[in-house]
Structures are given as C-alpha cells and as structure tokens.
Nanobody
C-alpha cells in the first residue's frame, strides 16, 4: 500500500531548481520517523540524497551538499526537498521513505511511488 506520495518532479535545464514534496497523509508515524529522500537512475544503484531526523537534524552526501535542502512540516505531515543548481547527473527517479526511530538504524516502514527529475545539459 502507498502511504507516501511524491510530487514536484519535472524537466529543468542545468542550473535550475525544483522543489519536491512528499505527503504522508496515509502514514501515521510521520512525527516519530526519520524521513529520507532517495534517488535511482536506470542501471545505477539507489543513492540516499537527504535525511531529516525527528529532531530536525539533516544529513546529505557530498554529491548534493550545498545544493539540496531537506525540510519537513509535522503539522502537514509533509517532507520537502529543495533542489538548486541542478546538474544532469541529478537526473533520476526520486523517492521518499520513512522509518520509525533514529536515522542510524531501523527498517524502512513506508515508501513513495517516486517522482521523475530530468535535468538537461
């Protein structure tokens, strides 16, 4: 069952920006979960691009650090990913995910269906 729903993807030229949203209206543990953004391009491994803990602590890999910003609104049960200075290598399907508890461990409890981001040269 789909409990997280992503939106906001699309096509943009290099250097542009997009804001992704993940609405967790069907996921009852939002405020108790570490929330994640992942991406995966065809033929490539899944890559975590952002996480935010229950206390608002954020983490990013070097590939997106300084360009992507993750945030959440507990009142709206919504996760966001602001993506700036987009590069062609950012092209991928972007997914949000959740797992109850700390970001350091635990099984993923919910996934979204994904939203496509395409960045042209």
């Amino acid at each position: 069952q789909v409990q997280l729903v992503e939106s906001g993807g699309g096509s943009v030229q290099a250097g542009g920006s997009l804001r992704l949203s993940c609405v967790a209206s069907g996921y009852m543990y939002f405020s108790y979960s570490c929330m994640y953004w992942f991406r995966q391009a065809p033929g490539k491994e899944r890559e975590e691009v952002a996480s935010i803990s229950t206390n608002g602590i954020k983490s990013y890999p070097d590939s997106v650090k300084g360009r992507f910003t993750v945030s959440k609104d507990n009142a709206k049960n919504t996760l966001y990913l602001q993506m700036n200075s987009l590069k062609p290598e950012d092209t991928a399907m972007y997914y949000c995910a959740a797992r109850v508890g700390a970001c350091s461990n635990g099984e993923y409890n919910a996934w979204g269906q994904g939203t496509q981001v395409t960045v042209s040269s």
